[in-house]
């Protein structure tokens, strides 16, 4: 099992490529199952869960090519319905392979799927949405299985704004009959760039971005050539290690306004943030300043997949900072590997109190989930001394070789 050993206290200076979206190309990955014709998807991460997606549609039946970071599919060939179990444990969006099969075949099999272990993590909102619009779904032994003859067009109000839900409600009825609505949808930029993309393949989908999506169902998808958005909570990773380490560097390749709140967190805390069309520019001089207090919530809120990376620069920032962490039930697993490089952190339910000590140290830790895990690289870099992370796997799901983007702005990492 791979490792990442890190000599902290290096500054971070010059440029960083922002990768392609993670949580924009697994749902554009699943939609790619419902077109008859080729999918070019250009800016695809190269990532362990984007080669999950892809073996998905292999063992479905479909064709598909990755290199340089360009995925090429063809889903003419898928003929299987059902998804085994290995591979639905293998990440949390191979639940979103259950519209496009459902609209395919009128029928999908399916087992819960994978994913960090952030907390339970049902899907009853996709089951629920999807008997809505007519699906019939029964739970026997682990296995879900949905039918449909006829996907009846209606409208869905979600109780909470899940993300995989809107999108797996946007998948089953793109080629469908009728107009679907669905009121109190995410917002997420990465539910924008999957309207956008099946839109580019003829679906006639309107309103991503805000809280009601239309979906006006048509008849077939066309040949596609699709640019994936890029990855905001990479650039949310970058500009966190930045603000913790000190340094001068340009994100090339991001939409400032998808991390708008996250900029302005960090020029709270102290750091100079300038952003141009398609960059964003981050100096830090400074020690940081703690932020009172951080509550996650749906887009355009302050996004919980952020909450670890913040949870690490503001470790021995000047202040206190408490996070309450409102989207997932167990999202502090970091925490007890924060503490054993000296940072000083309370738990009690949903809340996390921060108490900036005056620096952390380089430990020996180990990653419990994806962004936990890049927190804690994080934090090796802006330590005082040696840091090894163990349980590199959860990272290399979302992040490319994450040891080379950091490598590239002077820090003292490697793997072994
Ligand atoms: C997506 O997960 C992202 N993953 C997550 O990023 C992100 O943290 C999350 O959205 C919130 O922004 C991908 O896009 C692949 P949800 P998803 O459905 O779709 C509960 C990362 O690090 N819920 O909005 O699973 C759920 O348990 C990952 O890149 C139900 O109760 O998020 C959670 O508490 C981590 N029933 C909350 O809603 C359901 O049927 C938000 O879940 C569905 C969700």
Redesign the pocket.
Known sequence: MSKIAICGGKSLNGEVDIQGS??AA?PILAATAMNENECELSNCPDLEDVKAALKIISYLGGRSEYGGHTALVNAAGIHKFEIPEELMGSM??SVLFLGPLLSKFGQAVISYPGG?S?????????LKAFKTLGVSVEEIGGRIYCKVNKIQPNRVNLI?P????TENIMLLTAVSEGETVVVNA?R?P?IVDLQNFLNSMGAKISGAGTETIRIIGVEKLNKVKYNIMSDR?FAATCLCAVASCGGNVVLQNVNPEHIGLITSMLSGAGCNISCGSDYVRIRSTQRLRGLGKIMTSPYPGF???AQALFMSALAAADGTTVFVEN???SRYKHVPELIKMGADIIVDGRLAAVTGCNYIQGASVEAQD??GGAALIIAGLSAIGDTVVSGVRHIDR?YERIEDTFASLGASIRRI
């Not at 952030?118 to 996709?126: A, N």
């Not at 899940?162 to 839900?165: E, F, L, M, R």
């Open positions: 993670k949580n697994l949390r969006s960090c952030i907390g339970l993590r049902p899907i009853d909102l996709h909470f899940s993300v995989g839900a995410a997420e990465e909570i996004p919980t997949d989207i997932f039930e994806l962004r979302g």
